[in-house]
């Protein structure tokens, strides 16, 4: 029985009903919360090896993982300067401005758009018109490559005006228009549209131009200046020198900000002067310092390459990955940044990729015809649409006849289906004799992969219940 519990019982045994032990004092008071002392963080900054030897292993083990964590926000913090912050630049359209691409540059059926936001001041808005069923999304990216989308699978097909709002953000919204939180001030904006090819261009063209990005003080009729000031943009020389990847670091750090998750393994990064809280410079390293950076800069990076088959995972001759959103996964992030850097979240696009053929052979074009079949009612279930599309092996970009509507799918209405409801498309360099052409999907007499990319994909692909069928290599006769 509890302190209080007793004088009540006792008080209810004498016919003193009523009685409160609280009234007459006898509550013992709360307990003041004890907080252990020995977890107190100290204010002063840890201690650095006493030998050079020790120095230079210190700065090695600490710059392998701030590369690896580093990996994107570098490439999106360049990417950002070279389209906002350096007016030198011929990517350069400043922030809220879009920077269209005229035609298809990584995926057949999908025209983008780019934009840099900074909410540094003010949210932005983002007009979205009616898009009379074709597919979209608003694709955005923090600084460390994660990505959340404005679309019809998350807010329906129609029309409508979004805030996107900064972290800490408590104004007052017209009503018209509809948050849309984010978890930094600093954003990268994907706008991808669904092209039906160079027929498309016009219309395409008219519905882009009903696409709005403006600050909300100047959606309000007001004028919004910009008194923020980003640093002298840096260096665009590649492959980038070491130190200056660390110094770039520790920029992206101060503009994006520092998730609360990660800020214990940033926050040892102070060992070798990287802090977000100041300008990294690392004239004032010793040598030993630097050598050690210097060195675990070039091993992380072979590592990150060397770990690209990791992200993948393996279906019967195809692969696919789950990108797009990456908490503690820095090395899949950093592998995605120089494999993938405009991947999207899998509930919007997911990829399968086939670099060989069902008996494990590599795809080649000037070697073999293959043959890619899809039984009745088992096409890619899609809410969007789906592409079937050729890209080079050794890059993975797509091959430039592919990009001039050389690809196949849901959109491309002049697809057969067999007599049985299957839909049979060949791959090879040359038209088929004894196929539908309609079904042809041109090779390069060259290696190759074939990709698959399923836009909303629906639950029985996501949940792997769906696979693409294998790639069928033909006898040199078909």
Known sequence: ??????????????????????????????????????????????????????????????????????????????????????STSPEFVGFHRFRHASAPTAEPNIVTSEAWLDLSEDPAVLTVPDMGGRYYTACFQDLFANASNIGPRTYGGGAGRFAILPPGWSGELPDEVTPFPVASRYLRLLLHLETEGPEDALSLQALRSRFGLQPLQAYRGGVHRQTTALPPPPSLVQPLPPLEFYRLLGEALRAGGVPERDRGLVAAFARFGLRPDRRFAPEELSPATRRGLVEAHDDALAMIDGSASQIFRSLGGWSTADLGMYGDNHLQRAVASRRQPDANVKEECLTFTAEAD????????????????????????????????????????????????????????????????????????????????????PAPTAPFSLVLRSYRPRPAMLEGDWQPPPVVPLPPSE
């Open 1 to 86: 029985m509890t302190e209080t519990g007793r004088p009540v019982m006792l008080a209810t045994m004498l016919g003193l009903e009523g009685w409160d032990p609280v009234d007459q004092g006898l509550t013992p008071p709360p307990r003041a919360e004890v907080r252990p002392a020995q977890f107190r963080a100290p204010g002063y900054e840890d201690i650095l090896p006493a030998s050079d030897r020790f120095l230079e292993l210190d700065a090695y083990s600490l710059g392998i993982q701030a590369v690896i964590y580093g990996c994107a926000p570098v490439a999106l913090y360049m990417r950002m300067m070279e389209m906002a912050g350096d």
């Open 358 to 441: 069902g008996e494990g052979v590599p795809l080649d074009g000037g070697k073999n015809s293959y043959l890619l079949r899809f039984a009745p009612g088992a096409l890619p279930p899609v809410n969007g649409f789906w592409s079937l599309a050729l890209a080079e092996r050794s890059s993975g970009r797509p091959f430039a006849h592919a990009l001039r509507g050389q690809a196949r799918g849901s959109s491309s209405a002049s697809l057969v289906l067999d007599a049985n409801g299957g839909l049979e498309i060949r791959i090879q360099a040359t038209a088929p004799a004894n196929a539908v052409a309609a079904n042809w999907l």
